[in-house]
Nanobody, 126 residues
Framework: VQLQASGGGWVQAGGSLRLSCAAS????????MGWFRQAPGKGREFVAAIGWRGARTYYADSVKGRFTISRDAKNTVYLQMNSLKSEDTAIYYC?????????????????????WGQGTQVTVSS
C-alpha cells in the first residue's frame, strides 16, 4: 500500500486542520490505520488509530477530545485536529498496520505498522 499524507500547514493556537491520508495499491479497506507524529528533536509518537471497519478508535491522551480519526469507504483516512496547541507542532505520518482485517493490541507501537506515508508538517503558532 502506498500512502500520501496531506493537509498540513501553519495555524494559530486554537485553530483547526484536517489531515488526509490517501492510499493506493492494495485494498485499503482491509487495513487498520494509525497516525503518528514526530516533533523536532523527539521520537515518533502515537496519535490515533482506527480499525479496518472503522468501528474502533483510540487516541493518545494528549489529543483525546481534540482530535478525531475517521475513514471513508474507499481509500482515505482523516485526522481532524481542533483546539490545536503549540505542542502539536510536528510532522504527522499515517501508516497501515501489518496484518489485514485485524486490529493490533499494540496499536501504539510503530513496529506494528508496515507501510508509512511521507509525512505532512503541522506548525501551530502561539
Amino acid at each position: 500500500v502506498q500512502l500520501q499524507a496531506s493537509g498540513g500547514g501553519w495555524v494559530q493556537a486554537g485553530g483547526s486542520l484536517r489531515l488526509s491520508c490517501a492510499a493506493s495499491g492494495r485494498t485499503f479497506s482491509v487495513y487498520s490505520m494509525g497516525w503518528f507524529r514526530q516533533a523536532p528533536g523527539k521520537g515518533r509518537e502515537f496519535v490515533a488509530a482506527i480499525g479496518w471497519r472503522g468501528a474502533r478508535t483510540y487516541y493518545a491522551d494528549s489529543v483525546k477530545g481534540r482530535f478525531t480519526i475517521s475513514r471513508d469507504a474507499k481509500n482515505t483516512v482523516y485526522l481532524q485536529m481542533n483546539s490545536l496547541k503549540s505542542e502539536d507542532t510536528a510532522i504527522y505520518y499515517c501508516a497501515t498496520q501489518r496484518r489485514t482485517m485485524y486490529f493490533s493490541d499494540y496499536f501504539m507501537s510503530e513496529s506494528d505498522y508496515g507501510s508509512w506515508g511521507q509525512g505532512t508538517q503541522v506548525t501551530v503558532s502561539s
